[in-house]
């Protein structure tokens, strides 16, 4: 079993930034991907950055060039810098971490840290 605990949500102007970090606890390995995905309530849920145990890193397009995954295989963490940041980047984000190599939408889930953009 595996518990993620994530921290570093918050409400930040349009052009601003904030720094998203979660923490797995538990049994996990480093094989296991990590990931951020975000709800926007309506919405399906939707795949931020991940990266593998491999450490190969992947970005929606809508993240690409604005944020930065990164991750801590002795700790088991993985932080999420997002910068330049939009109003649709409000959403409820997620982290996960899935026992495959890719991030397939299915394994252990955090509660969620609300982050909004607003002027």
């Known amino acids: 079993q595996v518990e993620l605990v994530e921290s570093g949500g918050g409400l930040v102007q349009p052009g601003g930034s904030l720094t998203l970090s979660c923490a797995a606890l538990?049994?996990?390995?480093?094989?296991?991907?990590m990931a951020w995905y975000r709800r926007v309530p309506g919405n399906e849920l939707e795949l931020v950055a991940s990266?593998?145990?491999?450490?190969?890193?992947t970005y929606a397009d809508s993240a690409k060039g604005r944020f930065t995954l990164s991750r801590n295989f002795a700790r088991n963490t993985i932080t999420l810098q997002m910068n330049s940041l939009k109003i649709q980047d409000t959403a409820v984000y997620f982290c996960?971490?899935?026992?495959?190599?890719?991030?397939?939408?299915?394994?252990?889930w955090g509660q969620g840290t609300q982050v909004t953009v607003s002027a």
């Open positions: 990266i593998t145990g491999a450490g190969t890193i």
């Open positions: 996960n971490t899935d026992p495959r190599a890719f991030a397939s939408g299915q394994g252990y």
């Open positions: 538990g049994y996990m390995q480093a094989t296991y991907t």
